[in-house]
């Protein structure tokens, strides 16, 4: 254990060494959404009142603005059992996409969807059964993944603790992969899930911005933009939980260039090669609509070896790298 804390030591001091001091124009957070709520059981501490108002519903965003920034801003969205570290520092000390879209010219800006890291969540309903004011039947379905199970889930390998020959993820840096891990209140929201549209109203609010999404958000900037497509420039769906009905409505996914992305062993892995079948199957639609939809699995362009958190793997800034070309491509040469 002394050994490996070592190791990841020196290689976060040499991850940090190599880089070029970076020079911002900006820095901040700020919320977007919430809602106030009146509640008689915010706690069951007797040091503190049970009745008082609560904002809830609101989502955490945080950015950063490079020095006079020309390209379009990039919203980065984690997914489930996450947060917005998930975009950050990698688990072995490398430098996370947040940072590396800054240092390619792009205003960034990573949030953490509601309930989840700094966007708090509401604890009434638990209080109230607590408090015997609710049957324990109606407490609230909130779980977190355990680390086994999320093992499968990610791919890192068939079932914990195989692996898959060739796989990217650091596991010597696993231990520091768990702590990112997170209680997940999605089934206690209401629907659609407030997050989406907080998308909606940010991209509104930045003018313009492309939504990188993840896993189980990887639905969220599509249901953003069947609420309104203005500020949505592209989207771009990580391995997402599922696409859009290709016999559904697809008019507002006709308005932006759209990149749904998986990495790889999808074929390995019963949860995820039906979804890609779907968003397959949605991205033929959209194109015969005269949308402008890619599917892209990445052994396919030779990119072998990705997880689930290919923003994570080792050669993430590798596809980093790819991702902003897709973009410079499909993106902003529309602003040109």
């Not at 379905?141 to 914990?160: T, V």
């Not at 109203?201 to 930045?206: N, V």
């Not at 998986?262 to 019963?270: I, T």
Request: glycine share 8%; aromatic share 10%; with cysteine.
């Amino acid at each position: 254990m002394i050994a490996r804390m070592f190791f990841l030591s020196v290689l976060l001091l040499a991850t940090h060494a190599a880089a070029e001091p970076l020079t911002i124009e900006g820095q901040g957070s700020f919320f977007v959404g919430g809602r106030n709520v009146k509640s008689e059981t915010l706690s069951t501490l007797p040091a503190y009142a049970p009745s008082g108002t609560i904002t809830v519903d609101q989502m955490y965003v945080h950015y950063q603005i490079p020095v006079a920034a020309k390209r379009l801003a990039v919203t980065l969205i984690h997914g489930c059992c996450l947060t917005g570290k998930t975009w950050e520092t990698t688990p072995d000390g490398r430098m996370g996409w947040d940072e590396y879209f800054v240092r390619k010219g792009h205003p960034t800006y990573v949030v953490d969807q509601v309930s989840r890291g700094r966007s708090a969540a509401d604890p009434s309903l638990i209080n109230s059964v607590r408090l015997g004011k609710t049957p324990p039947d109606k407490t609230p379905p909130i779980f977190s993944a355990g680390q086994e199970a999320a093992w499968a889930i990610f791919r890192f390998g068939p079932e914990y603790p195989k692996v898959f020959l060739g796989m990217q993820f650091p596991l010597e840096a696993q231990d520091e992969f768990w702590k990112q891990m997170v209680v997940d209140w999605n089934a206690t929201l209401p629907s659609p899930n407030p997050t989406v549209p907080a998308l909606s109203q940010l991209a509104i609010k930045l003018g313009g911005t492309i939504l990188i999404s993840h896993s189980a958000s990887g639905q969220f900037p599509f249901q953003a933009a069947a609420i309104d497509t203005k500020g949505i420039a592209g989207i771009v769906s990580i391995e997402p939980g599922g696409c859009p009905a290709p016999a559904g409505d697809l008019a507002p996914y006709l308005k932006m260039p759209i990149l749904v992305l998986f990495g790889d062993y999808v074929d390995l892995a019963p949860r995820w090669a039906p979804r890609l079948k779907l968003c397959r199957e949605f991205a033929e639609a959209a194109r015969k609509a005269g949308g402008k939809v890619e599917t892209v699995v990445l052994p396919e362009l030779g990119i072998k070896g990705n997880s689930h958190m290919l923003m994570q793997d080792r050669n993430s800034l590798k596809i980093a790298d790819w991702l902003l070309a897709w973009i410079d491509k499909n993106v902003e040469a529309q602003r040109r």
